[in-house]
């Protein structure tokens, strides 16, 4: 790097820090706070603890903020003027050691983008990811199983907690569809960017003519929904069955009708929990799913209402990212139009940049 990349690049992370100023208005936010720092000293504050509990975490979450964006701020600041003072004295020394801290700087303020990005009311709860293999039998069976490992891997990565709500192997690999609540920080905001069709080619292990595959698989994500948001569903307007419950679980599991599916007519979802022994406890677990997907498909629709999406051009065979393995290996996201050669960590967990690349492109699209 040289002087005059730094200086564009100086340039580039002002005009970043300024347009989130723009958005997030700190000294909004700082009011914010002030004012509730003044109803934390009023006694009869605390006497409603729910309500408490949920102030106070605003007021974290807007402190938070408001500290990385000054400290980004400032960092760009400091680095402004040691730039100038460098150049002004033709110090190299100081010069060089701005151009190592280059990269540093630029990270610090991408971190502050994300944290921008993941400030939505639903971006810190818990996500419900449901993964279904399109048409395709044992090729799109086994698809649905690589990206479900990938899933696993990246909460490892990020020290997110899965616990599995519902499994299905397939008939002779992979699985059939596969449900799961993801709990950690934020793990809804990250994992919203992987709502939609994903798509692989290869060639497949299960074709013995070694011929070029193409698969599907459907990832749909939405927030675990807490106990204050409510969503009426009448009883007829769903169909509840019963099942027993397949693979692991041991002995009870596996002889009596403990699984639950729900159906809601109107919008063709189903949901389905079998990682309880109660059926009363899955049925409870799937009827969350099933209130949990119904909000997200309303979010999803007041989306494509303000943006003016036409419902048809989200379909199958949409897919947001595409992951070529045969002839050449890339990983291609269609939302940020960024390629990635390092499919083998993919694959294996490391999409946190792809999935931050999404949500950066989708936030330069609404002019964050």
């Known amino acids: 790097m040289d002087s005059y990349e730094y200086g564009e690049l100086l340039k580039k992370l002002k005009t970043k820090v300024d347009n989130i100023s723009l958005i997030i208005k700190p000294d909004l936010l700082q009011k914010r706070v002030d004012d509730i720092a003044v109803e934390q000293t009023d006694p009869s504050f605390w006497s409603d603890a729910v309500n408490a509990a949920k102030i106070n975490k605003e007021k974290t979450q807007i402190s938070s903020m408001l500290a990385k964006f000054k400290s980004a701020k400032q960092a760009v600041k400091d680095a402004f003027d040691m730039f100038k003072l460098a150049s002004d004295e033709n110090d190299n020394e100081l010069l060089e050691s701005l151009f190592e801290d280059a990269n540093e700087l630029e990270e610090k303020i991408t971190n502050l983008e994300i944290s921008m990005l993941l400030s939505s009311e639903n971006d810190s709860k818990n996500a419900i990811v449901t993964i279904h293999p ?14 479900y490992r990938m899933y696993l891997r990246f909460c490892e990565r990020e020290n997110y907690k899965v616990d599995v ?36 080619v290869r060639v497949s292990p299960f074709d013995s003519a070694g011929r070029r595959h193409t698969s599907f698989t459907s990832v749909m994500v939405s927030p ?11 009883e007829k307007d769903i169909r509840i069955d019963v099942y027993r419950a397949s693979g692991a679980g041991g002995q009870h599991v596996n002889k009596t009708e403990s699984a639950v599916r729900i159906t809601h007519y109107e919008t063709g979802i189903v949901v389905q929990c079998q990682n309880d022994r109660s059926q009363h406890k899955n049925k409870a677990t799937a009827m969350k799913m099933l209130k949990s997907r119904l909000y997200e498909l309303e979010l999803q629709k007041q989306n494509e209402a303000h943006n003016n999406v036409d419902k048809s051009e989200i379909g199958w065979g949409h897919q947001v990212r595409s992951y070529v393995l045969f002839p050449y290996q890339q990983v291609k996201d269609n939302r940020s139009n960024l390629s990635y050669s390092n499919v083998d960590a993919v694959l294996d967990g490391d999409i946190k940049k792809i999935i931050e690349g999404v949500l950066i492109s989708q936030s330069d699209k609404k002019q964050f």
Do not use: C, P
């Not at 399109?134 to 990206?147: F, R, V, Y």
């Not at 675990?224 to 009448?234: A, G, K, M, P, Q």
């Open 134 to 147: 399109g048409a395709g039998g044992t090729e799109s069976n086994d698809w649905a199983s690589m990206l």
């Open 165 to 200: 709500l519902d499994f299905q192997e397939g008939d002779e690999a992979g699985l059939k569809d596969v449900s799961f609540i993801v709990k950690g920080e934020n793990a809804y905001g990250y994992l919203k960017a992987e709502n939609g069709i994903h798509r692989l």
């Open 224 to 234: 675990e929904l807490d106990d204050d948001i409510n969503i009426e569903i009448e």
